[in-house]
């Protein structure tokens, strides 16, 4: 998504672009380094994450090892976080720190490669020092552009179980909320920045006349976030009789059941919640700011709606017991949910999080960190402990006949007439690969 945002701003400069997904394609490490060998790019530029961290700035290595005078440039939250980390284990010449959309286009036309002036990067001087330049601003959502999803392959995005082409739509950014586990708001801030409703319609028609999609994941840490924006939204799709289906991330105190029927009206077939935990000492802790009978309420309401309703769960957070993890799975057992995913609490660079784990010495790892892999050893509950026990909540929650019925129902008839994908595609996206 990032990519294509910011391929759009260089595309608008004029400058030739070569656009890549090489997990979507399957492509291997040899091909990406093939194609460096190849076209000898003034610049390569990707995205990195805390869990893939090691293998994501090895990339640097082998583009160096074939094109020598490319600069390397990384982004991402954890090499935002710590951006001399990245430039002391490989051969990355920038990071990107932050919203990269504009840094990158400052980069790439920097045609000297002189990169003091530039803010929001680090990288190294000729002497091999390594130079922190200041951060750089937010940029203002009325400039960010439709993603140039032509430079893609957009037949590898479909839709888990329907198997349907999809495309992702960023209406607004920043994360007002203060959970100790998130990463949002390092990434895009505190304050909510959001484009027009108008101008988010348009990349909407523009992407079902473009592409051909008609489905879209309205991507926002929190899209009910501004309540009033919502109903804006969803209010222009049905005066413009706009039929488009749609799904989206929520918390459970931003709607209720006024807002879930005028979002199902206007298109919208799933909603997912952040519930993280069965305990409210759990979710107090962890700074969430939301109780259980909320979450219940909320998914409740869905359901009643006839909407399809995903929670998202996490085990390992501070304070966790056996007795509350059991009690997060009854939870999750007991409320009307489609879809359960199960994470391993996981303490992101950046984070209040991270800093309660160092402080605690809590940390079994780190250079591991995967939402699918516990690294912190809580006291009482180990690392391993927690592991087996998101396991087993996924196969508790997925072995009831009416969890079955329910993933059958979202498939469609594709899922009978496809059981191969049907089974790869859920196994992929439930458990978080």
């Known amino acids: ?22 997990p979507a394609l399957g492509l291997s490490f040899d091909s990406l380094k093939n194609s460096a060998e190849e076209n000898r790019p003034d610049f390569a530029i990707w995205n990195t994450g805390t869990p893939t961290l090691v293998y994501d700035i090895a990339i640097a290595e082998s583009i160096k090892s074939v094109s ?15 951006p001399a980390q990245a430039l ?33 990067i680090s990288f190294r001087d000729k002497k091999g020092g390594i130079i922190h330049n200041p951060d750089s601003d937010f940029m203002d959502a009325g400039i960010i552009p439709f993603p140039a999803w032509h430079h893609l392959d957009i037949t590898k995005y479909r839709l888990p179980l329907k198997n349907r082409p999809f495309l992702i739509v960023a209406p607004l950014r920043g994360c007002p909320f203060p959970c100790s586990f998130c990463t949002a708001g390092i990434y895009y801030g505190k304050k909510l920045r959001k484009r027009t409703v108008n101008n988010v319609i348009e990349e909407i028609l523009n992407n079902r006349i473009k592409y051909n999609v008609n489905d879209f994941f309205i991507w926002a840490d929190t899209f009910t976030a501004d309540r009033e924006y919502v109903r804006e939204f969803c209010s222009e799709l049905l005066s413009r009789n706009i039929k488009t289906s749609w799904t989206c991330n929520s918390r459970v105190d931003t709607v209720d059941r006024d807002m879930l ?5 206007a298109g919208m077939w799933m909603i997912s919640f952040g519930l993280e935990s069965g305990s ?17 309420r909320a998914v409740e309401t869905a359901h009643r709606l ?4 995903s929670g998202h769960f996490i085990y390992g957070l501070p304070g966790e017991t056996e007795s509350s993890m059991m009690q997060t799975l009854s939870f999750a057992l007991d409320l009307p949910l489609d879809i359960a995913q199960f994470y391993a609490a996981s303490p992101f660079p950046g984070t209040g999080l991270y800093d309660e784990a160092i402080s605690e010495g809590w940390l079994k790892e780190n250079d591991s960190f995967s939402q699918s892999h516990a690294v912190m050893e809580l006291p009482g509950l180990s690392a391993k402990r927690v592991d087996d026990f998101r396991q087993y909540s996924y196969r508790r929650f997925y072995s009831r006949i009416s969890a079955l019925f329910r993933l059958l129902k979202i498939a469609g008839p594709f899922a009978a007439t496809n059981i191969p994908f049907t089974i790869k595609s859920f196994s992929g996206w439930v458990k978080g690969r």
Request: hydrophobic share 35%.
């Open 1 to 22: 998504m990032t990519l294509a945002t910011a391929s759009s701003f260089l595309e608008k400069d004029g400058h030739a672009l070569n656009v890549t997904d090489y």
């Open 68 to 82: 020598p005078e490319t600069t390397t440039c990384v982004m991402g939250t954890h090499v935002s976080v710590m």
């Open 88 to 120: 002391n284990l490989s051969s990355v010449d920038i990071v990107i720190r932050g919203e990269p959309e504009l840094t990158i286009r400052k980069i790439c036309s920097c045609k000297d490669k002189e990169f003091t002036g530039i803010p929001g």
């Open 261 to 265: 029927e005028l979002m199902k009206k």
């Open 280 to 296: 409210d000492e759990i979710l107090r802790r962890s700074k969430k700011g939301i109780r259980t009978i909320q979450s219940k």
């Open 306 to 309: 006839g909407i399809i309703t």
